[in-house]
C-alpha cells in the first residue's frame, strides 16, 4: 500500500505534469506511466519509513494526512531524473526536515498507541480560575 495514490497526485500536480514525467516511451504514448509512477512512490514510502520505523510499527494502521503530503511531495522529486525545479527541490527538503522532526519526536502525527488516527477538535481547549464576581457577589450592586 502507498502513502500517497496516482488519484492523490493527479489531484495535486496534475495530469499534465505527470505524463510529462512518467511518459518515457519512444514515441510518447501521452499517458501517464504506471510502472515509472508507482516506483516513485515505492521509493517515497522506503524513504518516509525509513524515518518512521525508529517511532513506530510499520506498516501504519492508517495514513495520516501530513504522511500523504510528504509521500506526494517526495515522489514529485523522485520522478524528475535530473535536475528538478526549485520549488520542487525546496518541498522536497522540507519534507525530509518534516521527516527528521516525526523521527526526533518533536513531530508527532497524531495516532493513538494502536496507530489509529485519534480526531482533532476544532476547538481549542481553555481553563480559567473561578470568577471572582457572580450574580451572587454582584446582587447587592443593582
Known amino acids: ?57 510499520l506498516p501504519l494502521a492508517s495514513t495520516p494526512l501530513l504522511i500523504k503530503k510528504l509521500a506526494r511531495a517526495i515522489a514529485r522529486y523522485n520522478l524528475y531524473d535530473d535536475l528538478p525545479p526549485e520549488h520542487v527541490e525546496k518541498r522536497y527538503k522540507a519534507a525530509i526536515k518534516t521527516l527528521e522532526g516525526i523521527a526526533k519526536g518533536v513531530i508527532h502525527l497524531g495516532m493513538d498507541a494502536a496507530q489509529q488516527l485519534t480526531p482533532a477538535t476544532s476547538m481549542p481547549e481553555t481553563r480559567a480560575d473561578a470568577p471572582v464576581f457572580d450574580a451572587a457577589t454582584l446582587a447587592d450592586y443593582h
Do not use: C
Open 1 to 57: 500500500m502507498n502513502y500517497a495514490s496516482k488519484q492523490e497526485m493527479i489531484d495535486r500536480f496534475g495530469l499534465d505534469e505527470l505524463i510529462q514525467l512518467t511518459d518515457r516511451a519512444t514515441p510518447p504514448t501521452g499517458a501517464i506511466d504506471d510502472v515509472v509512477l508507482n516506483a516513485a512512490l515505492a521509493d517515497a514510502d522506503d524513504e518516509i519509513n525509513g524515518y518512521l520505523q525508529s517511532k513506530y510499527n
